[in-house]
């Protein structure tokens, strides 16, 4: 295939030029077929026969084609990314939240799924979801976790960035952002999203924020794309009114209770074969502990083992990294 073509068909998919797209992959095709490769030149000729598939990106596989090729939008004056692109391998086994959640999370998944059956009564998935709750409850796994089980890559958007390094420049930034959105299917993280809310003391910004928290109701409302868009934050209380009533679900990440402790305990200290631990006793002692705090004290006590050069990890050892933990959460400032 000649470096060329490949150059004019990324440009085109860049550039959204249909028709350029066609004359390049049309060529292509046609070079094959000189090369005797008929089988791939028939393969190429069925894929662009049904052009709709051109124009919007459906294909999982598609995106990820794509993905390091497309250029990241970037901000006007310094120059810096505004986003990421991102994917994982992780699954919903990896997250431990309550039924209520979890039958939440997939019927989001499931929306997808029936896009098209969706379609037929003239309804969408629900695309616009807000996440909030306790650091370290998984807002941000979770978005991974969809992105994966979606095939959809995802677009990591740290808002307070794109908001507060360069106010003036933030309705522009997002107009970008959104505009990438738009080209692709993907699953868009806002993390950090109470950024709007955090600078309301100085006047100045007050007045600024406010215009980016309208713009961006705008660009919501205005979303037309295919992706699963997702704000995380945990300061709900400072986000305008105005902002939840744009997200079609809300979804609440709470600390673990006793039995999703256990769960979490069971989970991370899966890679531990040795001995028989007491994941109940575990749960009881640990009340106020997050699922991050958890995989913490997990990673913590396996490392003390280690440096400790024993071959087991005894129910004090935990005990005391657990109680370790709890007086570092009451040390912790408030954030807000
Ligand atoms: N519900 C959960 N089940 C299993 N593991 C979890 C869960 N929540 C958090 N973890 C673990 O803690 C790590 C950090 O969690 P995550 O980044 O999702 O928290 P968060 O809710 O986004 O917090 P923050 O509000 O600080 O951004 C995860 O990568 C995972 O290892
Ligand atoms: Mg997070």
Redesign the pocket.
């Known amino acids: 295939m000649k470096s060329q073509y490949i150059k004019e068909i990324f440009k085109s998919f860049v550039n959204e030029d249909k028709q350029k797209f066609l004359e390049y992959a049309n060529a292509i095709i046609s070079d094959e077929k000189k090369l005797n490769h008929q089988l791939f030149a028939n393969e190429l000729k069925d894929i662009i026969e049904n052009t709709d598939k051109v124009n919007v990106v459906h294909d999982p596989d598609y995106n990820k084609y794509y993905k390091r090729n497309i250029p990241i939008p970037r901000d006007n004056e310094k120059g810096f990314p505004l986003l990421e692109l991102k994917e994982y391998e992780l699954n919903w086994d990896?997250?431990?939240?309550n039924e209520d959640i979890s039958y939440h999370l997939h019927s989001i998944e499931k929306g997808f799924w029936n896009k098209e059956i969706l379609k037929t009564y003239g309804i969408k998935p629900k695309q616009k979801i807000l996440?909030f709750?306790?650091?370290?409850?998984?807002?941000?796994?979770?978005?991974?976790i969809l992105s994966n089980v979606l095939g959809f890559p995802l677009v990591y958007v740290r808002f307070d960035a794109i908001v507060s390094s360069y106010l003036g420049e933030t309705a522009t930034n997002l107009k970008k952002i959104f505009e990438f959105i738009e080209k692709g299917q993907w699953v868009v993280l806002l993390?950090?999203f109470d950024v709007v809310g955090k600078q309301r003391d100085d006047q100045y910004e007050h007045g600024e924020i406010k215009r980016v928290v309208n713009n961006f109701m705008q660009l919501l409302d205005n979303f037309d794309g295919e992706s699963l868009i997702i704000a995380?934050?945990?300061h709900e209380q400072l986000l305008d009114p105005g902002l939840w009533r744009r997200f079609d679900d809300i979804i609440h990440?709470e600390l673990?209770d006793e039995k999703?402790r256990e769960k979490?305990f069971r989970?991370?200290f899966k890679p531990i074969k040795k001995g028989k631990l007491d994941n109940t006793r575990l749960a009881a002692m640990s009340t106020g502990l997050?699922?991050?705090?958890?995989?913490?004290v997990v990673s913590e006590s396996i490392r003390q083992m280690i440096i400790e050069n024993k071959t087991d990890i005894s129910i004090e050892l935990i005990t005391s990294v657990i109680d370790m933990f709890l007086k570092r959460k009451k040390l912790e400032p408030n954030k807000i």
């Open positions: 990896d997250l431990i939240v996440f709750g306790v650091p370290g409850t998984g807002k941000t796994l979770t978005a991974k993390d950090e995380a934050t945990n990440f673990p999703e979490l989970f991370y997050s699922a991050a705090d958890i995989s913490q």
